[in-house]
């Protein structure tokens, strides 16, 4: 009886250790996708929505955490500045 569960163990991979090597080459194609995943995010970033004015992208920007109070301020300074032609 045991060296048939032995032969069953091995011819599943287990004992032989091919379980851990599809596990870590599961591991690795997860770790590939995910940073393709991540360079695609960097490469394309989201794109302003169209008919925004400055101001409006400032304030969403804003009110989403991507950039610090003392940012929008300097930035909102900044637009409120007439510009000369």
């Known amino acids: 009886m ?6 069953v163990d ?6 032989g250790g091919a379980g851990w090597m ?11 996708i995910g ?4 360079a695609i995010v960097r490469v394309f970033p989201r794109q302003p929505r169209v008919g925004e004015d400055p101001r ?3 304030d969403r920007r804003f009110a989403s955490g991507e950039i610090d109070e003392a940012t929008y301020r300097a930035s909102v300074d900044v637009l409120n500045v007439p510009h000369r032609r």
């Not at 940073?35 to 991540?38: F, K, R, S």
């Open 2 to 7: 045991k060296d048939e569960q032995l032969e």
């Open 10 to 15: 091995v011819m599943m991979g287990w004992y």
């Open 22 to 32: 599809m596990i870590g080459m599961a591991g690795f194609w997860l770790l590939v």
């Open 35 to 38: 940073v393709l995943a991540w």
């Open 56 to 58: 409006q992208i400032l």
